[in-house]
């Protein structure tokens, strides 16, 4: 029983002036272990909602989350979660961040050193090691979240607009990073963007999301996450497939943007 | 509407008052404008290059676009000395830079008087101007043999001097004699003549009054020159003031500052936690503390005195709660400042509510304490040197209260810039402390 459920998951917000949104509506998805899923959707269809449900931050009006076979009831090391910029501790140095998991887990020196200097190679910040992570780049910054997330090797990454804040060359090349770590580390990771081409290059799934009430509207499985590991996305952008998936794409939540500035004008 | 009345007319008043200094003010701004004119023209003189950073447009609320100019620092740090150096007449300034002082020698001018009869007399007053430091008597002058007879008069310097110049003539007051002329020019009473050395008066009564020309000068007792406050700085480092040394009296009032805001700090940190992680505790004491907060620490000195007396306890509790309030603000507005997804990172990485607390909560909130305790020594520090004025046996607050009821306004400067001093150097040292033990201060 491995492998991630999300099972009818509905989510209503009550307001304090007795108004209610309903960010969530019988949401459900299944992820094998291992798998990539990008999810798309205008903003305020609930994206960050479904990701805080499957980190344990929210607890939903209806349905369930289920990992390894076990129901999920508050947040949990076995769910890593990468945030958009600034959830690093700027008062500890690149080391401490990355070793804050095994830290908090108690684990001895020795090993925690390994891990964190392993880590530190793969993300390629060796020697910004004892640097205070307000000293690096936006781009080196997220990579110190990616690597804090992997040291405590969890199942599942939620990854919620990990480089939204980046510039476009930082950006491709942070794309391929987290291409490369997929495959080699085997996690399974759910990736929210508003990036039409990032959730394709980065999806083997593809989720797209319609809001009021929040819920699926259609889903890609996608071959542009396996063809781009270790290769140049932008010879993968070249792909005949990917212009035509991402026009379809494109004009769909063209479609639903507009239909929400309609129905505001009305109301 | 009584009331606003009598508002009004205080207003009228200052405006009045305001008025007659705005000449002053807008002399000031000439002279910096005159001296940035004078420094842009050497430096485009020194370095003819373009200079691109004059192209930078200020960006409001950037603080980074406009930095400070040393120059223009000390410029005026040394005007506001040469000033103060020039209008008390200082040794330590060469004597043509100084504004005119008060007329100090001998000179002496002629009065005339009329009889009865008609015929007229002059008589020779001659007036001793005295140096405040060394009194002198009336000069001594022969009397003369005509109608009217010569007089003297010794006068220190800023004063003036009544003389009744025509008792000792042949023809007096009594005799219906009146002085109808001071040195050649005709006065009734009620008038006066201007003279080059100063002043002479008719008062209504017949009576001279002489008044030697006070110049810009500042009289010490309004303002002493530089030299005179720094020798009472030595002076009262070496034999103390009021049976107590100058450390001693400044240990105490920073011994006072210390122990309160440390005092205050221990309590208002805990309560400020407590207010940021529990809504009771926050229901709690926000009434309190958001009452507590407007009230100036000045405004409880009464009460305290009152409840503790003057003695270091009653300090110490004002200090202490000075400092409390915005430490405990300080130490809330940390916790609840804390980024969600700090929060969220911590706990997704395994962390107990206990260790988030521990190695995200407190060390996040550190610089919101460090801005706190920077405003509250700040705070502390004006408070105790109020206290002090008003009641207190040592004391930076305590000697320039006591030294201003014997009219030592040296000793009044002195301890002035003494507070001034510390205060900066209070300030100096939080922002050190700041930088090395929060450098992350502001780069979330
Ligand atoms: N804590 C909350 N309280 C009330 N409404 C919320 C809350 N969180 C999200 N919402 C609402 O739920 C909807 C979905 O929000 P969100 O998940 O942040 O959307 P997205 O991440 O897709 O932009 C929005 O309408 C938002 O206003
Ligand atoms: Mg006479």
């Known amino acids: 029983m491995t492998g991630l459920t999300i099972d009818h998951l509905s989510m209503r917000f009550d307001l304090p002036n007795g108004q209610a949104v309903q960010a969530l509506k019988d949401v459900s998805l299944d992820l094998k272990a291992g798998e990539l899923m990008s999810v798309l959707g205008p903003s305020g269809c609930g994206k960050t909602t479904l990701l805080n449900i499957v980190a344990g931050f929210l607890a939903p009006t209806d349905g369930k989350v289920i990992l390894n076979g076990k129901t999920v009831r508050g947040p949990g090391a076995e769910r890593g979660m990468v945030f958009q910029q600034g959830a690093l501790f ?28 392993h880590l530190l190679d793969v993300v390629g910040l060796r020697d910004f090691k004892e640097k205070a992570v307000y000293e690096l780049s936006g781009g080196m910054q997220q990579r110190v979240a990616l690597a804090r ?105 063209w479609d639903m943007e507009e239909e929400i500035m309609g129905r505001t004008e009305k109301a | 509407m009584d009331l606003l009345g009598k508002l009004g007319g205080e207003l009228v008043g200052v405006l009045g008052t305001l008025w007659t200094i705005f000449p002053f003010l807008v002399g000031y701004v000439l002279v910096i404008l005159g001296t940035l ?34 120059a223009a620092s000390v410029i005026s740090i040394a005007l506001i000395f040469l000033a103060w150096g020039a209008f008390t007449g200082s040794r330590l300034l060469p004597g043509f830079l100084h504004v005119p002082g008060p007329f100090v020698g001998q000179t002496e001018f002629t009065y005339a008087i009329k009889t009865p009869d008609g015929t ?4 020779t007053v001659t007036v001793l101007v005295y140096p405040a430091g060394a009194p002198a008597d009336d000069p001594a002058v022969e009397a003369g043999t005509g109608i009217a007879r010569n007089d003297s008069v010794a006068i220190q310097e800023y004063r003036s001097s009544l003389l009744r110049a025509q008792d000792n003539d042949q023809v007096t007051k009594d005799d219906g004699a009146e002085i109808v ?42 303002l002493p020159a530089p030299e005179a406050v720094w020798a009472r700085f030595i002076e ?27 005092l205050g700090a221990i309590i208002g940190i805990p309560l400020g936690y407590a207010m940021g992680l529990s809504d009771w505790f926050r229901g709690w004491f926000d009434p309190i503390v958001e009452f507590m907060r407007p009230v100036p620490p000045l405004a409880l000195i009464p009460l305290v005195i009152i409840w503790a007396g003057i003695g270091e306890t009653g300090k110490i509790i004002l200090l202490f709660l000075a400092a409390l309030w915005i430490m405990a603000i300080g130490a809330r507005s940390g916790v609840s400042g804390v980024r969600i997804s700090k929060v969220h990172a911590a706990y997704s990485l395994g962390a107990s509510k206990w260790q988030i607390m521990r190695h995200v909560i407190i060390p996040n909130s550190l610089p919101e304490i460090f801005t706190a305790a920077r405003v509250a020594m700040g705070v502390c520090w004006g408070t105790v040197v109020a ?12 000697m320039i209260m006591v030294a201003s009821k014997f009219q030592s306004t040296d000793i009044v400067l002195m301890g002035i810039i003494l507070i001034g001093l510390i205060g900066f150097g209070i300030d100096l040292l939080m922002r050190w402390a700041e930088r090395v033990l929060v450098p992350w201060k502001g780069k979330g």
């Not at chain 2, 049976?243 to 805001?261: C, D, K, P, Q, W």
């Open chain 1, 90 to 117: 700027e008062w500890m140095s690149v080391r401490e961040n990355v070793g804050f998991g095994p830290s908090m887990k108690g684990m001895n020196k020795a090993k925690k050193k390994e891990i964190v200097d």
């Open chain 2, 236 to 262: 009262i480092s070496k034999e103390g003031y009021r049976n107590s040394t100058l450390a001693e009296h400044l240990g105490y009032s920073l011994f006072r500052v210390i122990v309160g805001f440390v």
């Open chain 1, 149 to 253: 997330c992997l040291a405590n090797d969890p199942d599942v990454i939620l990854m919620d607009e990990p480089l939204g804040a980046l510039d476009a060359l930082t950006r491709e090349k942070m794309q391929g990073l987290v291409l490369k770590l997929w495959k080699e580390t085997g996690k399974t990771i759910i990736l929210i963007t508003h990036s039409v081409e990032e959730a394709l290059l980065l999806g083997e799934r593809l989720v797209v999301m319609a809001p009021r009430p929040g819920r699926i509207h259609r889903e890609y499985n996608l071959p542009f996450a396996e063809m781009g590991v270790n290769k140049d996305l932008r010879e993968v952008k070249k792909h005949p497939d990917f212009a035509k998936t991402r026009e379809e794409i494109l004009s769909m939540i």
């Open chain 2, 37 to 70: 004119a004078i420094w842009r023209g050497v430096r485009r003189f020194l370095r003819p290059k373009h200079d691109f950073g004059s192209l930078k447009t200020v960006t409001f609320g950037d603080e980074s676009s406009v930095t400070s100019n040393t």
């Open chain 2, 120 to 123: 007229t007399a002059d008589a």
């Open chain 2, 181 to 222: 002329g001071v040195d050649g020019k005709a006065i009734a009473p009620g008038d006066s003549v201007r003279l080059g050395w100063g002043r002479v008066a008719l008062t209504p009564k017949g009576t001279l009054n002489i008044e030697p020309s006070k110049g810009w000068q500042m009289e010490p007792i309004w």
């Open chain 2, 387 to 398: 206290a002090e004025l008003v009641a207190a046996e040592k004391g930076a607050g305590m």
